[in-house]
């Protein structure tokens, strides 16, 4: 059984995907790309909360959970 941690709409009606991974190493979840292949149309972006990768790779962004309070600041 595979499951999406958190999903937002933003006030376009897209969606952002976010999938929590506290790990060092880190695969991109199967279950991003049915979703992704499901909901094409409004799928906005594909989003991995780490802990401490940055990165941009295969539609999917990668972002450490110690950068979130700076980007909250915004």
Same mark, same amino acid.
């Given at each position: /059984?595979? #499951?999406?941690?958190?999903?937002? #709409?933003?006030?376009? /009606?897209?969606?952002?995907?976010? #999938?929590? *991974?506290?790990?060092?190493?880190? *695969?991109?979840?199967?279950?991003?790309? *049915?979703?992704? /292949?499901?909901?094409?149309?409004?799928?906005?972006?594909?989003?991995?909360?780490? /802990? &401490?990768?940055?990165?941009?790779? &295969?539609?999917?962004?990668?972002?450490?959970?110690?950068?979130?309070?700076?980007?909250? #600041?915004?």
């Amino acid at each position: /059984k595979s #499951e999406i941690d958190f999903i937002l #709409e933003g006030f376009d /009606k897209k969606l952002m995907i976010f #999938e929590v *991974k506290y790990r060092n190493k880190v *695969k991109i979840p199967a279950i991003f790309n *049915k979703f992704g /292949k499901n909901y094409t149309d409004i799928l906005n972006k594909k989003i991995m909360i780490t /802990k &401490d990768y940055l990165d941009f790779r &295969d539609g999917v962004y990668f972002i450490p959970a110690c950068i979130l309070g700076v980007i909250a #600041e915004f």
